[in-house]
């Protein structure tokens, strides 16, 4: 079941229920602007003349998005589905599995691994993943939202 926004409350809430994030079109200008809102200006984000050959024991064959961006995502994602529902993000571990290229398209995903109740507060726990245009994993992880008891 994919769980929309509008109806999220932690009682409704069932494990498997999916949180679908939205998809981001990685282009050259989009990496780029990453570079500038992190500061990150390692040239394998730039510079694919310094891709061209092995970059430590791999070849990507050009430049790769920043592993953060994947973060970035999945953050906006669990943020735009548990704040309406007066939740708060926590906790976030993520990995990355494969690198992302200009012209692909990601896309978050969380699927509802647990709920728990706690003498202060209930918690959901979540896997997180980012697939690529060809459904293939690029990062994992998994978030961990707080509702508040009051909310």
């Not at 981001?24 to 500061?39: A, K, N, T, W, Y």
């Not at 999945?74 to 926590?90: F, Q, S």
Request: with cysteine.
């Amino acid at each position: 079941m994919t769980t929309t926004f509008e109806k999220t409350t932690f009682e409704n809430l069932a494990t498997g229920d999916t949180i679908d994030g939205p998809k981001f079109p990685v282009s050259r200008e989009s990496i780029r602007l990453f570079c500038d809102g992190s500061l990150d200006y390692n040239p394998l984000h730039l510079d694919d003349d310094y891709m061209k050959n092995d970059f430590g024991k791999t070849n990507f064959g050009g430049i790769i998005m920043h592993g953060m961006n994947n973060f970035g995502l999945i953050t906006r994602m669990i943020t735009d589905w548990a704040y309406p529902a007066g939740a708060v993000h926590r906790r976030l571990e993520t990995r990355w599995v494969k690198p992302v290229k200009p012209g692909d398209t990601i896309q978050p995903v969380g699927i509802i691994k647990a709920k728990q109740t706690t003498e202060r507060s209930r918690w959901v726990l979540i896997d997180v993943l980012v697939r690529n245009q060809n459904d293939e994993k690029v990062a994992t992880g998994e978030a961990m939202v707080e509702f508040p008891l009051t909310a």
